[in-house]
């Protein structure tokens, strides 16, 4: 019912930049959060970033001043710019929105097939 589509991710070397980008599509009636996770190879899923309908974001420490997410409510698109990259941010990106399907129906969650970002040199 609720479909996150992500895209942009690649290899890029230590220092670069990449953007990712996760659209939304449906039967949707309200995105409440979204927000972005990543899994390294034999590490548990952690959140990096997320975003509140609002524009309130929040961040993971170890990518503070160097990631930036933002989103299009019109759109349903959520976006995360990832500045300085280095060889530990490594990993499979997973797009993450809480969704309203239908007005009185509890929000839940739903999650993207993933986007590998590898970062060497």
């Known amino acids: 019912q609720v479909q996150l589509v992500e895209s942009g991710g690649g290899l890029v070397q230590p220092g670069g930049s990449l953007r990712l980008s996760c659209a939304a599509s449906?039967?949707?009636?309200?995105?409440?959060?979204m927000g972005w996770y990543r899994q390294a190879p034999g590490k548990q899923r952690e959140s990096v970033a997320s975003?509140?309908?609002?524009?309130?974001?929040n961040y993971a420490d170890s990518v503070k001043g160097r990631f930036t997410i933002s989103r299009d409510n019109a759109k349903r698109m959520v976006y995360l710019q990832m500045n300085s990259l280095k060889p530990e941010d490594t990993a499979d990106y997973y797009c993450?929105?809480?969704?309203?399907?239908?007005?009185?129906?509890?929000?839940?969650?739903?999650w993207g097939q993933g986007t590998q970002v590898a970062v060497s040199s």
């Open positions: 993450n929105a809480v969704v309203q399907i239908i007005r009185d129906i509890r929000p839940l969650a739903y």
């Open positions: 975003i509140t309908s609002g524009g309130s974001a």
């Open positions: 449906g039967t949707i009636f309200s995105i409440n959060a």
